[in-house]
C-alpha cells in the first residue's frame, strides 16, 4: 500500500495473471501538490466504478516530491483504453486532474511475466 496525504490510497489491488497494470508518471506542477491530491480524493470513485478495474495506487516521489505514480490494474487493455477513456467517466476524470500537469503524463501498460 502507498501513502498519499499521509494516508493509504489503494483500493486493494489484485495482481492476478492475465491483467493489465497501466503505469501514469504524473508530473504535477510545483507548488500544486495538495491541491491535486484533494481533487485525486474527489476523482478516484470515477475510475474505480469503471468496467475491468482492479485497483489502484497513487504514490509521491520522493526524490521529486512534485511527480506521482499511478498504478491501476485492469483486467484487459480495452477495459482502459476504450472503457474507461471512451465512458464520460474520463471526461470527468480529465477536467477534476488534466490541469495539474505539465508536462502530459507518460502513460503504458504492462503484463505481468513474474511474480514472487
Known sequence: MSLWAGGPVSTSVRQDEGMITEQAVLPVIPGREEAFEAAF????HLIAASPGFGGLTLSRCVERPSTYLLLVQWDSIEDHEVGF??????AEWRA???????PAPTVEHYAVVATA
Open 85 to 90: 477513456r471512451g465512458s464520460p467517466a474520463y
Open 41 to 44: 480524493a474527489d476523482a478516484r
Open 96 to 102: 477534476l486532474l488534466h490541469h495539474f500537469y505539465s
